[in-house]
């Protein structure tokens, strides 16, 4: 498991995203799970500690008519 540490003003979501390269249910919720501590900030402090469990996801591919 990773550790990120916030920034003043991180938001969950976006460290999410930047990390898994996706913010869909499953991987939301992976990380919530292992982030109960955060709960109850919709945005970090400086210093807050964000575990990243291990999570595979796949990536959508877009398909071309042409």
Do not use: C
């Not at 939301?28 to 999570?55: Q, R, S, T, W």
């Amino acid at each position: 498991m990773n550790k990120y540490k916030a920034n003043d003003g991180d938001r969950l979501d976006v460290i999410v995203f930047k990390n898994y390269g996706s913010i869909d249910a499953d991987v939301i919720d992976a990380v919530l799970d292992a982030n109960e501590h955060l709960l109850e900030n919709a945005v970090l402090k400086a210093g807050d500690i964000v575990f990243l469990p291990e999570i595979t996801t796949t990536q959508e591919t877009t398909k071309a008519l042409w």
